[in-house]
């Protein structure tokens, strides 16, 4: 826990709680993390979570988890427990801190009747239309309500009734009397509670009005005694509104502060809970977890790490103004973390055949490689075993080799990872022409010369065994979208590519033991997961987290160049 100021990384808020702490407006540090319980947390929910709990931490105090279930139509007992899954899984505890504004109800509707005794509240007879024609608009002042004037008896009676359920929806609400000519939209007399007579799924049918978010909002925060009330930043123009309903309830200082931050938008992805729900709802994803999704639980499954979510929003930090993240910045912190973290292992995703002509007779050769190339000690080693016949990516083989490819070609040479020196000397094919299988000569130094007349020395290829290697499947997602910020058009900015299955993959034999969620690096290809619900069995899923660079930042240059870049490192090996 950081308790040096100077060794928190800076931002406003950080800078705000400073202030209130030295001026003694507040003696502790007490956030919350708010979530409404109507579909499952996503990227932008966790950057929220660990700046509310991380916030607190730091400064000794505590955070509670409140559910903000005050639309019952919406929200389900389902969508509570993947959030509490999803805080756990980020590595935060609520303790004995779990809330839920259904259980300040009593309460909140006791404020209403204080702020109609007081003449802060009257009981409205508009429908929602008529609401929005009267309110007016950025330009324009707002008319007052003709109802605007009912004594506070009447009011107070009228309230009560609503609570009784004598009246339709619709037909009702209790609104703050404010402003009808302020220049804050949110001002103009809003809405306090509305009548909806749908079952709760914590109260049942025991309330047939229930609050509004921004006034129960702040009025649970005050209960709980929340000092920095941390939020994004479209809810900033509701601030005065905040501010107005415990001014006009007189409570006790101190008092919660708003403070706003910008939320999370992350390129070639989106945050609208409406559209995640229509991807959903039509199949064009498996459901809210699949792995393309920006949910915790898609995340979870994918096979990111809680220290790397952790990583990516402590990077992004904290801004007071919306922009777009680059979704590198996610994958490098994946890398970054997983990179010290996972063995290395050779996995073949796409196989081709190669049989070796002149494999020495007996048993095959052990090879004796370790698991952490940097670190040989780190994870200990494993056996591979060379074998008459081998896998190779079928990418690592041009019989009519373009421009700067610089794997394996009709009588050239390659280093088989971990082995030997692999010349081909054959191709098969197929009656259409297909290449179905190489014919190498395995040779223990390389054979040919480079332009200076010295040894060669041919970039390496990862292979497995045919006969000891185990068939997996492999599941290559990448980006949801094809634009970096996507307008919401289904069906023409999804990536028909954002899912490629490999079922036909092979891996080396060391990984027989794989358990679900077991992560590693396949060699040259990217860092992956054993699938937590399809792992076991014989022929387990894995799913690819993270390549092992960004090759859309840079477009087709930038994937050419690492082509390069990764043929240095396999030479330096």
Known sequence: ?????????????????????????????????????????????????????????????????????????????????????????????????????SDYFEKLYECGERLILSGDAYVCDLSAEEVKAYRGTLTEPGKNSPYRERSREENLDLFRRMRAGEFEEGAKLLRAKIDMASPNLNMRDPALYRIKKASHHRTGDKWPIYPMYDYAHCVSDAIEGITHSVCTLEFEDHRPLYDWVLEKLNWPEPRPRQIEFARLNLEYTMMSKRKLLQLVREGLVSGWDDPRLPTM???????????????????????????????????????????????????????LK????????????????????????????????????????????????????????????????????????????????????????????????DAKGKPA??????????????????????????????????????????????????????????????????????????DPDTAAGDRPVFNRIVTLKDSWAKGAAGAAKGAGNQGKRDRKE
């Not at 994946?334 to 995703?349: E, G, I, Q, S, Y």
């Not at 670190?375 to 690592?396: A, N, V, Y």
């Not at 979208?481 to 036909?504: C, H, I, M, Q, W």
């Open 354 to 449: 190669v049989s070796i002509v002149n494999f020495p007779a007996g048993d095959p050769p052990r090879i004796e490689a370790p698991y952490f190339p940097d670190e040989p000690g780190k994870f200990g080693h494993r056996e591979l075993f060379l074998t008459p016949e081998i896998f190779i990516e079928r990418e690592d083989f041009m019989e009519e080799p373009i421009p700067g490819f610089k794997r394996l070609v009709p009588g050239g040479e390659v280093r088989l990872r971990w082995s030997t020196y692999a010349k081909c000397v054959g191709v098969e094919k197929d009656g259409e022409g297909n290449v179905t299988g190489l014919k190498c000569e395995m040779n223990p130094e390389p054979v040919g010369k």
């Open 1 to 101: 826990m950081v308790t040096d100021k100077e060794e928190r990384p800076h931002n406003f808020i950080r800078t705000f709680i400073d202030e209130d702490l030295a001026s003694k407006r507040y003696d502790r540090v007490a956030t919350r993390f708010p979530p409404e319980p109507n579909g499952y947390l996503h990227i932008g929910h966790a950057k929220s979570i660990c700046l509310n709990f991380g916030l607190a931490a730091d400064y000794s105090g505590l955070t509670n988890l409140r559910f903000d279930d005050t639309n019952p139509v919406k929200e389900d007992v389902e969508y509570v427990e993947s959030i509490k899954a999803d805080v756990r899984w980020l590595g935060f505890d609520w303790d004995d801190r779990l809330y839920y504004a």
């Open 297 to 351: 639980a898609a995340i979870r499954r994918r096979g990111f790490t809680p220290s790397s979510i952790r990583l990516f929003c402590d990077r992004i930090g904290v801004a007071k103004k919306d922009s777009w993240i680059e979704m590198e910045w996610l994958e490098k912190a994946a890398r970054d973390d997983l990179n010290p973290n996972v063995k290395r292992v050779m996995a073949v995703l796409n196989p």
């Open 457 to 530: 020395r041919p970039n390496i290829v990862h292979w497995v065994s045919a006969e000891r290697s185990r068939p997996v499947e492999v599941r290559l997602y990448d980006r949801l979208f094809t634009v970096a910020k996507p307008a919401g058009d289904l069906a023409g900015e999804l990536n028909p590519d954002s899912l490629v299955v490999r079922k036909d993959a092979r891996i080396e034999e060391a990984v027989n033991d794989v358990s679900p969620g077991d992560r590693f690096q396949f060699e040259r290809l990217g860092y992956f997961m054993a």
